[in-house]
């Protein structure tokens, strides 16, 4: 699976828009961008993934850019709940590295009033 | 509501002795995954199972079994070969192996 590289930590004012970098310049074809979330003690919560398209659900937007050797998770409206850590996760699915989620150290998002 | 749900919360084990975590889903998934995570760190693979009656060995699956008798059940038995069993253990499901993973609330494990 290919190797992510994202900021150690960001902040964001409450109300605005969370924009959060990931670099994965050694993703295949076959390769799926994943984003998780997890806040402290909890379990991770998967937010979006995506393999070419940009994608939009309920909690964020994802934009991979045309060569697809980075992408930009957007949280539209940040609120005070959406302080966690948030992980990047390149993978395919099968054989040997069946559905393993490999995480990295993840961006530490802070949302302030 | 769908979910997973893991069983307890915090658990206490004596030196010598088994325990066993719970993990139960009502998604409708097929496969589910265990998953340690040690302060600080990211997550490591323990043991999946893709369908009833099969798992396979994850990255770190030396002193812990399991077992999938019922595609929503997935217990993980922490066995006393387990020499630093102290850790978050996370249960996980998704719809095959691509399928976005939902995971539980978690179970924490200490050594008395």
């Known amino acids: 699976d290919a190797k992510t590289t994202q900021p150690p930590s960001m902040d964001c004012a409450e109300g605005r828009a969370a924009n959060l970098p990931c670099n994965h310049s050694t993703i295949s074809g076959n390769e799926y961008v994943y984003w998780y979330r997890q806040i402290h003690s909890q379990g991770p919560q998967y937010i979006i993934h995506?393999?070419?398209n940009n994608e939009t659900n309920e909690m964020a937007s994802l934009i991979i850019t045309e060569d697809r050797k980075s992408s930009t998770l957007i949280l539209p409206h940040a609120t005070l709940r959406d302080t966690a850590v948030y992980y990047c996760i390149v993978r395919v699915g099968g054989g040997t590295s069946y559905g393993k989620l490999t995480f990295g150290q993840g961006t530490i998002l802070t949302v302030h009033p | 509501d769908g979910g997973i749900t893991q069983s307890p919360k915090y658990l206490f084990r004596k030196e010598g002795q088994n325990v066993t975590l719970s993990c139960e889903q009502n998604l409708n998934h097929d496969a589910m995954y265990w998953y340690r995570q040690d302060p600080g760190q990211g997550l490591r693979l323990i043991y999946y199972?893709?369908?009833?009656?099969?798992?396979q060995k994850g990255d770190i699956a030396e002193g812990y079994s399991v077992s999938r008798e019922k595609k929503e059940s997935f217990p993980l038995t922490v066995t006393s070969a387990q020499k630093n069993p102290t850790a978050f253990y996370l249960c996980a499901s998704s719809m095959g192996g691509l399928g976005p993973q939902h995971f539980g609330d978690g179970t924490r494990l200490s050594i008395l």
């Open positions: 199972s893709q369908i009833v009656n099969d798992f």
């Open positions: 995506g393999l070419k």
